[in-house]
């Protein structure tokens, strides 16, 4: 079983966006790479897609939904408030489950990791939550 671990994509600057920080969406490069997901994880089996509910979080995980006809799991735990005590808990759990997860920078902190997890960034986690492979 493989849990796969995306960080969002860009979704441009906190600082410039006016208004609920929930609802940044995510930019151009930050669709693109939304989209490149699709083929970058086409060998992988995936029985679910959880997601922070986030709408950049959830903007990541779309064309990967569509494409294997499946839905986005909104999840709170995966939000930048929760992920610190119920995002690895969440995590844990989906590690036996063929799942793809999508949440924030800190996350990588959360599970004990001092890799880089940059935007975009994925992780593939075959053997529980121990020695991710970065793709």
Do not use: N
Not at 35 to 45: D, G
Not at 57 to 83: D, H, I, K, N, Y
């Amino acid at each position: 079983m493989t849990l796969v671990l995306v960080r969002h994509a860009r979704a441009g600057s906190r600082s410039e966006w006016e208004g609920d920080d929930r609802l940044r969406p995510l930019d151009g490069k930050g669709l693109k790479r939304a989209e490149l997901l699709v083929e970058l994880l086409a060998s992988y089996p995936v029985s679910r897609i959880v997601s922070s509910p986030y709408l950049r979080c959830v903007q990541t995980m779309e064309p990967l939904a569509a494409a294997r006809g499946l839905a986005v799991e909104p999840f709170e735990e995966l939000g930048e408030e929760l992920q610190w005590e119920r995002g690895v808990e969440l995590l844990r759990g989906l590690a036996a489950a063929d799942a793809v997860a999508c949440g924030h920078g800190g996350i990588d902190a959360a599970l004990g990791f001092e890799l880089p997890f940059r935007k975009g960034a994925v992780w593939v986690f075959e053997r529980g939550l121990e020695a991710p492979r970065l793709l």
